[in-house]
């Protein structure tokens, strides 16, 4: 992944919180199950930029 920056190829970093983070999609109702998703971490190792993107994200 390149970083918005400076376009310097992003490296694949681990985020230690709880054993990482996941996103959970909006549900309209009690009924419906949630889309649930886990999230990469990627850090630029030239300007410090850090993003994040969900490894499911089409299920969204
Ligand atoms: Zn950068």
New binding site residues.
């Given amino acids: 992944m390149e ?1 918005i ?2 376009k ?1 190829e992003m490296v694949k970093a681990k985020l230690f919180m709880f054993g990482g983070i996941q996103i959970e999609s909006e549900t309209k109702s009690i009924f419906e199950t949630p889309e649930t998703s886990n999230v990469e971490v990627y850090v ?1 190792n ?2 410090g ?1 850090v993003e994040f993107k969900a490894k499911d994200y089409k299920k969204f």
Avoid: A, G, Q
């Fill in positions: 970083c920056k400076c310097n630029c030239k300007c930029y």
